[in-house]
């Protein structure tokens, strides 16, 4: 079982959908959870990062993190074609040799149709 | 200001040949990560430097994959008779190098090797 599963989709959307992307993980000593965003043919950027449980609102962006389940989400409102790209999620911790290690999920390939 | 950046971007080899992808990392990060992306895999962790510690290879695949770091700045990711499941994007990412944290990562384009 990997550290990060992560349904690899494509999903493609209208445009307005609220999206809704997800995550399990398997070792629950992680306490950093952190969302990328890849377009294609380029690196992953940072999009959210979240501590513990709960949520985190950034513009349309929420990253919601539940403990108890080992799940992590990433909803996107009123998604917009620009928004089509691969979202990666991810886990840091882990220690190794003094640092936290991050773990990448296999990342989901959203498409948003105009 | 510049980001990560890496060269070649693209680069085709013939099966058996050793190949060298570049990362330059952002001015004044002190850690500096490789990562092969490859169709079905994801990001997977290859190596990890810290400063002038001792690197982090845990995720190096086998013994023809080796990386250097010069300086504390440009590194250089080597690869020996390239095999064909080698062929995959491998990504430079770097981040400031606090201990203890989980840091942003920031990532280079990538160099996208084929082994043919």
């Known amino acids: 079982q990997k550290e990060v599963e992560q349904d690899p989709g494509p999903l493609s959307v209208p445009e307005g959908a609220i999206v809704s992307l997800n995550c399990t993980y398997s070792?629950?000593?992680?306490?950093?959870f952190m969302w990328y965003r890849q377009y294609s043919r380029k690196g992953p950027e940072l999009l959210m990062y979240?501590?513990?449980?709960g949520n985190k609102e950034d513009g349309r962006f929420t990253a919601q993190v539940d403990k108890s389940s080992k799940y992590i989400s990433l909803f996107i409102r009123d998604s917009q074609p620009s928004d089509s790209a691969t979202y990666l999620c991810?886990?840091?911790?882990?220690?190794?040799?003094?640092?936290?290690?991050?773990?990448f999920g296999i990342g989901t390939k959203l498409q948003v149709i105009p | 200001g510049a980001g990560v950046s890496q060269s070649p971007s693209n680069k085709v080899t013939e099966k058996g040949k050793d190949v060298e992808l570049r990362c330059d990392p952002i001015?004044?990060?002190?850690?500096l990560y490789w990562y092969r992306q490859s169709l079905g895999q994801g990001l997977e962790f290859l190596i990890y430097?810290?400063?002038?510690?001792?690197?982090?290879k845990s995720g190096l695949p086998s013994d023809r994959f080796s990386a250097e770091r010069t300086g504390g700045s440009v590194s250089t990711l080597t690869i020996q008779r390239t095999q064909q499941e080698d062929s995959a994007v491998y990504l430079c990412?770097?981040?400031?190098?606090?201990?203890?944290?989980?840091?942003?990562?920031?990532f280079g384009p990538g160099t996208r090797l084929l082994v043919l």
């Open positions: 991810a886990k840091g911790g882990g220690n190794s040799g003094g640092y936290q290690k991050v773990t």
């Open positions: 001015s004044g990060h002190t850690a």
């Open positions: 979240t501590y513990s449980s």
């Open positions: 070792n629950s000593a992680f306490q950093y």
């Open positions: 430097f810290q400063g002038n510690s001792a690197p982090d």
């Open positions: 990412a770097s981040s400031l190098g606090g201990r203890g944290v989980v840091e942003t990562q920031y």
